[in-house]
């Protein structure tokens, strides 16, 4: 398989988020990018807009509900907000949108914050292993993995993608 080029999906996603945002009359949108990959895509993202708005920074991990499952990964960092949530139009920006949790724990910590005007939702890639019902604003490429594939970002500059296949796990018939 071969793995679409960020540099050709950014300027596509500038032009489409662009036109989404003016269909709903929003001329101030405030730019959230989820940690880590989320971040990269945002800043490739209002660069190619010629945007140099702040950008918030969330770092959903105790927001996850896999948090307990998992554990802390040690690179957490506080989120970072440099304005008011309250009221605001944002555009919520993340790597890959895979089961959808990662944007679920998103909005969730978001609400703590305040209650958003609106938030448009921007992925780089969808992947068809989503468990819960969000869908993208905006979106670079959707692709199909088989259940063994993952793909990484790998940033921030240049933005690149990597297909990653995780090991199988034995099957009862090997017993």
């Known amino acids: 398989m071969t793995l679409p080029d960020p540099a050709v999906l950014l300027p596509q996603m500038a032009a489409a988020l662009q036109a989404h945002l003016a269909e709903r009359q929003i001329d101030t949108p405030r730019f959230i990018g989820i940690h880590t990959g989320g971040v990269w895509v945002a800043q490739a993202l209002l660069q190619a807009l010629g945007c140099y708005d702040p950008l918030g920074v969330l770092d ?4 996850r509900d896999d948090f307990s499952q998992k554990g802390l990964h040690p690179q957490v960092q506080p989120s970072e907000l440099p304005f008011e949530i309250e009221g605001q139009h944002l555009v919520l920006v993340d790597d890959v949108l895979m089961s959808g949790r990662t944007i679920r724990a998103a909005l969730n910590e978001l609400f703590d914050y305040g209650r958003p005007a609106s938030v448009t939702l921007v ?7 989503r468990e819960l019902p969000i869908r993208p604003d905006v ?7 088989n259940a063994l594939q993952r793909v990484k970002v790998l940033g921030p500059t240049p933005l690149n993608l990597e297909l990653q296949t995780l090991a199988a796990a034995p099957s009862c018939a090997a017993y």
Request: proline share 0%.
């Open 60 to 63: 959903v991990s105790f927001y």
């Open 123 to 129: 992925c780089l890639l969808e992947l068809n292993a």
């Open 139 to 145: 979106v670079g490429a959707r692709l199909s993995l």
